[in-house]
């Protein structure tokens, strides 16, 4: 599987303001995706991060809410704009080699808003 | 879309004894089902998966088998050992369109005890 790294590993945010969160992948790959994570709770798919178009979001999250870009095949930013306290989760990036349906996860942010 | 249960929530074993965590799926079209393993601060890793054109798959201390006709597939760990102790998550694909598509189940926190 590729190596997969995130920054920040975790940062504490005022509300009302933006974080953005790189994902870093060391090889080309066709899918990315990412998740959020609750406290102590599963994951939940935001959106598929796909190359050189718009991402593809779940339902219960937009794209002002939660702008993707994906401008190569190993690098993708997620934005987490106008936060709030109810923001605060862990927030993962993973991606699927091509042509398969599994997927390696990167080691998270950990983003608390207060 | 695709519903995935998993229980029990939380599992405390003596070490070497056995322990096995249960998902139920619901969209019949699934037909990947990965395991996965998160330790505290770590994000997600994969350790064993199934597809559906087998029943059971191997892999030393680690087991999943997978009845399709119940829908519900199953990870059974022998011979536990206190570095085993992490939160186990299982996970179905959406199977059509929505390829590589992930969705999982609530979590089962597994502690071994020496």
């Known amino acids: 599987s590729a190596v997969i790294s995130q920054k920040p590993s975790r940062d504490i945010c005022q509300r009302g303001t933006s974080l953005t969160i790189q994902c870093q992948v060391d090889?080309?790959?066709?899918?990315m995706f990412w998740y959020r994570q609750q406290p102590g709770q599963s994951l939940t798919l935001i959106a598929t991060a796909n190359q050189g178009s718009e991402a593809t979001y779940e339902s219960g999250f937009v794209i002002d809410k939660f702008p993707i870009s994906r401008p190569n095949l190993t690098f993708s930013t997620l934005t987490v704009s106008n936060m709030s306290p109810e923001d605060s989760s862990i927030y993962l990036c993973s991606e699927s080699p091509t042509g398969t349906d599994t997927q390696y996860f990167g080691p998270g942010t950990r983003l608390t808003v207060l | 879309g695709e519903n995935v249960e998993q229980h029990p929530s939380t599992l405390s074993v003596q070490e070497g004894d056995s322990a096995v965590i249960k998902c139920t799926y619901s969209?019949?079209?699934?037909?990947?089902f990965p395991w996965y393993k998160q330790e505290l601060g770590k994000g997600p890793q994969l350790i064993i998966d199934?597809?559906?054109?087998?029943g059971e798959k191997k892999d030393q201390r680690i087991a999943v088998t997978l009845n399709k006709t119940a829908k519900h597939f199953s990870l059974h760990i022998t011979e536990t050992q206190p570095e085993d102790s992490a939160v186990y998550f299982c996970a179905a694909n959406a199977g059509g369109t929505s390829y590589g598509k992930l969705t999982f189940g609530q979590g089962t926190i597994l502690t071994v005890h020496p």
């Open positions: 199934i597809r559906s054109n087998v």
């Open positions: 090889s080309q790959v066709t899918m």
């Open positions: 969209d019949s079209a699934s037909n990947y």
